[in-house]
């Protein structure tokens, strides 16, 4: 079945409006190749620079960001920062248009899960334009869909999309007016578990008998500890408010870059005391490791580059063979003795 014939037979709506996209494929599928750790994203993601800009926009729409957080209990600053981070500020709302992205991926994605996701996703844009009158055929935005000045995927908008005064549909892509955007932004939060007195992470010291298998922030865990360097970096217990960010990017990093930035935009810049000589592997390294992790009869039930909870799993189980502290860190300390160590 080819590009054409499959929207024709599962999205015919779009048939003739949208375009086979290659350079999105090669986008999904090589999003993984240069992980950054967690300190290089946020003094990538959180510059000087863009806390200065974030601050001016603070000024620029404060009282109508007072109003969304009494509606919603979200705060300016944390609105300001997923905006910044997302679009910054307005300015990148994204270079590719939503419906080739979505149905390219629909079509062609490597993996059958992503490729049911995005028919899903452009079916509701088809939603979007006849529920809610929205010409969907021009709208801009990332390689994955996302769009609007917060990056808002079609089920997300129809979903939790708060217009800020009016009733009309909200307009979460205007250029000039981002408030609509600001709302649905606060809205989505509060929808997903934002506690108005709750906090999103703070420095903590090292549990004892910490368990290190049920650290980290997923979408199962409202609360708890994550420690994003292993035992012998700094620790932080987070709340429900992490936990809703999570659901709005299911990452960890950006998690981290939300409380980072809007910290800074509160005037309460975080100093956090990072390891040295403590570096993470990559993506083609968590390959290798899976495949020798497999090899040595710990199953990381996969081998796709991706360091998840199943692969943390059975990394412990290796560093508690050796007799080292079972962090699940993927350093390249513990990369080389599992290169080293005798196979079966």
């Not at 509606?71 to 905006?83: L, N, Q, R, T, Y």
């Not at 578990?193 to 999103?200: R, S």
């Not at 990017?249 to 998690?255: A, C, F, G, T």
């Not at 800074?264 to 968590?286: C, F, G, H, R, V």
């Amino acid at each position: 079945m080819n590009f054409n014939e499959f929207l024709e037979k599962e999205a015919p709506f779009f048939k003739d409006i949208a375009i086979f996209d290659e350079q999105v494929l090669f986008q999904d599928e090589n999003q993984s190749q240069n992980l950054l750790s967690l300190k290089k994203y946020l003094e990538k993601t959180v510059t000087k620079a863009r806390v200065d800009a974030g601050k001016e926009k603070l000024k620029i729409w404060k009282n109508q960001l007072k109003k969304i957080q009494k509606d919603w209990g979200v705060p300016p600053e944390v609105i300001i920062a997923i905006w910044g981070i997302e679009t910054n500020f307005g300015e990148t709302h994204g270079k590719y248009r939503v419906v080739d992205s979505l149905a390219t991926l629909a079509f062609g994605a490597r993996e059958k899960r992503r490729r049911v996701f995005f028919k899903s996703e452009l079916l509701a844009l088809e939603t979007v334009k006849n529920e809610k009158g929205i010409e969907v055929e021009g709208l801009m935005g990332s390689w994955a869909g996302a769009f609007g000045h917060t990056q808002f995927m079609p089920t997300t908008y129809l979903k939790f999309s708060a217009p800020f005064e009016n009733k009309k549909a909200p307009n979460i892509w205007n250029k000039e007016n981002p408030l609509d955007a600001f709302s649905s932004t606060a809205c989505y939060l509060k929808n997903v578990g934002w506690v108005e007195e709750g906090f999103i992470l703070k420095k903590a010291n090292k549990p004892k008998n910490i368990d290190y298998l049920k650290t980290g922030i997923n979408l199962t865990r409202k609360n708890g500890f994550t420690a994003p360097f292993g035992h012998s970096g700094p620790h932080f217990k987070f709340g429900k408010n992490a936990s809703a960010i999570f659901h709005y990017n299911r990452s960890e990093l950006y998690v981290f870059s939300v409380w980072v930035f809007s910290s800074a935009l509160d005037n309460n810049p975080q100093k956090i005391l990072w390891p040295k000589n403590l570096e993470q592997i990559s993506s083609s390294e968590t390959l290798v490791m899976q495949e020798r992790l497999t090899l040595l009869g710990y199953n990381t039930y996969g081998i796709d580059g991706k360091f998840g909870n199943n692969t943390k799993k059975a990394l412990i189980g290796f560093q508690k063979t050796i007799g080292q502290t079972p962090d699940g860190f993927p350093d390249k300390f513990i990369f080389k003795k599992l290169l080293s160590y005798p196979s079966p």
